[in-house]
């Protein structure tokens, strides 16, 4: 089934498919975040200038990867009525929804612009590009948004589509996809490496096209801005506890005032896919967040180790204490985000740093393993559970029950402990992010040490 290599394979393919545009002096728009690597070969193989074009989808409650609608720049909104009718979705849950996803559009196009203007599309050929199509809602309101900036003539260009969706198409002047494979599923399985795209790693391909431009082409925004801009961090780093080096990966979104420290299970590292894509929705909310191990390579297989909640909560902290030195100046707010036993290390940690810290967030976590400890931790904590994960729900009432602070125990239908079904780390995903987005405030930091 797998058709592409990566993103990048994908946008030189799909470029191929477009040299009848060479002289058209057309824009190339590139839908956030996958559609960025996509459309950066695209641009680069017509020598055409390339900007972002931000829409959001609106997911369908308590199925968020089912879109409902979507949304775009200037007010736009494309809705399916059919759906909401047949899954009974009421107005008020719908503009919620909109409500929500319009804070996070307003920020992400501010953030990979790095506060320059939009391409004028005036009286231009646009050539909209993402990593794929499903099922058209986010790319009509995409259409729309550049008809509504003034295109004079809009394609649709994507790696891969449902054969159906493509060929019903009719908001865009041409539409232009490499494969419609006959029984289509999602876009990921035809990608060998789709891993997400970070807001940094899309930021410097915008960067790279807007250097790479020619002398006079049309993007307003070069002359008028230096191309080098504060697109925020993204990198690996390493932190020191108690005299151990442990690998950790730190994002930090230009503006950031909070970073979320992510503790992981047994088993699992920085590299974790579940939490990287945790992560990456919050870093659509101008998050930080620092990926961090535990234990190292060697200490991995001490079950002991694995278990013993002090040891690891004392490493969080150490790597608390870390990111407040990093960006003195910047990080005001703290969140914890732990997964299985790095729940209990999480928690652990929060009772012991105090308003330090202001929020946590268990997915699928061990919060008996801290049980001792629980009555002391003040952040408003959430407790995410999938339904078919009976004894960890168990686990988390008995923890709930125990807690002094604002707690909620959230359960996932038909999610299993790793919430590998159909949309519930989309759920977990969208959960953490408002968790977070609502609780973590400007924090006191510690005076004359840790409490």
């Not at 008020?92 to 506060?115: D, H, I, N, P």
């Not at 990456?280 to 991995?300: F, K, P, R, Y």
Request: proline share 6%; aromatic share 4%; net charge neutral.
């Amino acid at each position: 089934m797998t058709r592409f290599v990566d993103r990048s394979d994908a946008g030189r393919q799909l470029a191929r498919r477009l040299e009848h545009l060479r002289h058209a002096d057309p824009v190339v728009l590139a839908l956030p975040r996958g559609g960025v690597p996509v459309a950066h070969e695209v641009a680069a193989s017509l020598g055409a200038p390339l900007d972002v074009l931000a829409v959001r989808k609106l997911g369908v409650p308590v199925h968020p990867e089912l879109a409902m609608g979507a949304i775009g720049e200037g007010g736009a909104r494309v809705l399916d009525p059919a759906l909401i009718r047949r899954l009974r979705v009421t107005e008020q849950q719908v503009e919620a929804a909109e409500q929500r996803e319009r804070e996070v559009l307003a920020a992400r196009g501010a953030r990979l612009r790095a506060g320059r203007p939009p391409v004028d599309l005036t009286g231009r050929t646009v050539v909209i590009v993402d990593d794929g199509m499903a099922t058209g809602a986010t790319a009509r309101v995409a259409c729309q948004v550049a008809r509504a900036r003034g295109a004079s003539w809009v394609v649709l260009a994507v790696p891969v589509a449902a054969a159906k969706v493509a060929k019903g198409f009719a908001d865009a002047d041409e539409v232009v996809v490499v494969d419609t494979p006959p029984h289509f599923r999602a876009v990921g399985l035809h990608y060998a490496d789709f891993r997400p795209t970070t807001d940094a790693e899309a930021a410097r391909l915008l960067a790279d096209a807007r250097r790479r431009a020619p002398s006079g082409a049309a993007d307003p925004v070069t002359a008028d801005h230096p191309v080098e801009s504060d697109v925020g961090s993204d990198s690996d780093v390493e932190v020191v506890a108690e005299g151990v080096v442990l690998g950790a990966h730190l994002t930090v979104p230009a503006g950031a005032e909070a970073v979320v420290l992510f503790a992981h299970g047994s088993g699992s590292s920085r590299h974790s896919p579940r939490n990287r894509f945790v992560a990456s929705s919050l870093h659509d909310v101008g998050l930080g967040t620092l990926l961090l191990d535990l234990l190292t390579a060697d200490e991995e297989t001490d079950r002991a180790k694995v278990f013993d909640i002090p040891l690891l909560g004392r490493r969080l902290l150490a790597a608390t204490d870390w990111v407040l030195a990093q960006h003195r100046d910047t990080i005001t707010g703290l969140g914890y985000f732990g997964a299985s036993t790095g729940a209990g290390a999480a928690l652990y940690a929060a009772a012991i740093a105090g308003d330090r810290v202001g929020a946590v967030v268990s997915r699928g976590g061990r919060p008996d393993l801290a049980m001792e400890w629980l009555d002391r931790v003040t952040a408003p904590t959430l407790l995410i559970v999938g339904s078919r994960d009976p004894a960890v729900i168990t686990l988390n009432e008995e923890a709930r029950a125990r807690m002094q602070c604002p707690t909620r125990l959230a359960v996932v239908p038909g999610a299993t402990h790793l919430f590998t079904e159909p949309g519930a780390l989309e759920r977990v995903a969208q959960l953490s992010r408002d968790w977070f987005s609502n609780h973590i405030q400007t924090v006191p930091r510690a005076t004359g040490g840790r409490r």
